[in-house]
DNA sequence: TGATTTATATATTGCTCGATACATAAAGCA
DNA sequence: TGCTTTATGTATCGAGCAATATATAAATCA
């Protein structure tokens, strides 16, 4: 679309690593917790190259959710659509959503959006539009799959889709609530089995 | 117990009433949101009376998370408890959550606990315990409602009550991320009959 | 080459934050 | 009535914040 040669010198530094760093800095840190200082440090750039580029740090964020939302599918969800077996993948959702929510290793705890940037829907303007069209998009996938097996006979015609693929994603939500608060890996499996049943159940 | 005369000038506001006040700043704010200003403010009195009484910003969060345990129990599970009807009492928890969830009257919305107190759980000192010592209390209380109604021959003998009362608590929560997200009360609804229907389901 | 344009680096801005030093006021105790 | 103790009010502290002004470096274009 825009072809045309730039003028002037250009930029030293790769737009999408920088974005990619600068959402690792939000993810650990939260987006009050994340100074200037420490995001152009991450990028390895400064200020002013940070503003000229980005333009302020509320739009900073709101770009490395755009990118989160472009790329990164949650991998829970990208093991629900992969997985042949659908009790499998409403195990194996489950199972990565207890990993993220209790996994205390690189200090960014559980999906990006999820987790992370929903913390702050109250606060920074137009990260409340960007959560919701993530639920919804997440949710539509769910539910996707759930329509697939309907089609190939493994649950049946009356099988409620959506309705079973918003209660998934919230039971996420309340994985990922009980990891924060100190639940462990252990605690959250106690019930795995009861809710993947129930999630299957007609 | 300390029953001493105290000795020197007396304080000249209540104690528990500038709590409150404290309590509804962090619940419509945040805890990063609310600045001593703010507080001080809405409590009636000064910077240096507010140290004095409470510590310091942190110390007066968590005595208004301590106080909003002790005193407000969490209005839908007040709900769950006293309907005398099973269906209803999770009909009414559910309506009142989503009632809470999408109500934008006073800035502060949902439970102090599991909507406002709990985003800053990474974040604060000390919330964190707090949070998992409510949650384990709610489950606690959600459960023994389902016990009675086991004892009393209206659920069946091997329904799981701790699970479907975690549940129940996890559907809350996801209702609650919605709500904030701009989900109305109406897109919320929807799913209502299902949800209470697998929530009691044998 | 010189002119233009854009990115970078240094240094610094004004602001708000949480927290306090100081002096004063008001209580109990002798 | 002093003396001690505690709370209050004013005024302000240093730190850290997001954001910029200014000058310099590196590219394209004539």
Chains 1, 2 share one sequence.
């Not at 599918?73 to 042949?84: K, S």
């Not at 489950?94 to 990993?99: G, P």
């Amino acid at each position: 679309m825009n072809d045309t040669k730039k003028l002037g010198r250009p930029r030293t530094f790769d737009y999408d690593d920088a974005l990619m760093e600068a959402m690792g800095v939000f993810w650990a840190k939260g987006y009050d917790g994340a100074s200037l200082r420490d995001l152009t440090k991450a990028m390895g750039i400064t200020g002013p190259s940070m503003y000229s580029a980005f333009g302020d740090k509320r739009e900073l964020y709101l770009k490395t959710i755009d990118r989160y939302a472009d790329v990164n599918g949650c991998e829970p969800v990208v093991i629900f659509e992969t997985e042949p077996d659908i009790e499998k993948a409403v195990r194996g959702f489950l199972e990565k959503v207890i990993k993220y929510a209790t996994d205390n290793g690189s200090g960014a705890k559980g999906c990006f959006l999820a987790s992370s940037v929903s913390t702050n829907i109250g606060q920074v303007e137009g990260v409340a539009e960007r959560v919701a069209a993530a639920i919804d998009d997440t949710d539509r996938r769910l539910a996707a799959r759930f329509d697939e097996e309907k089609e190939k006979g493994t649950l049946p015609a009356d099988f409620p889709s959506l309705e079973r693929a918003a209660l998934l994603y919230d039971i996420r939500q309340g994985y990922m609530f009980r990891g924060r608060a100190g639940w462990t890996e252990e605690d959250l499996r106690k019930d795995l089995d009861h809710r993947v049943q129930m999630i299957l159940s007609h």
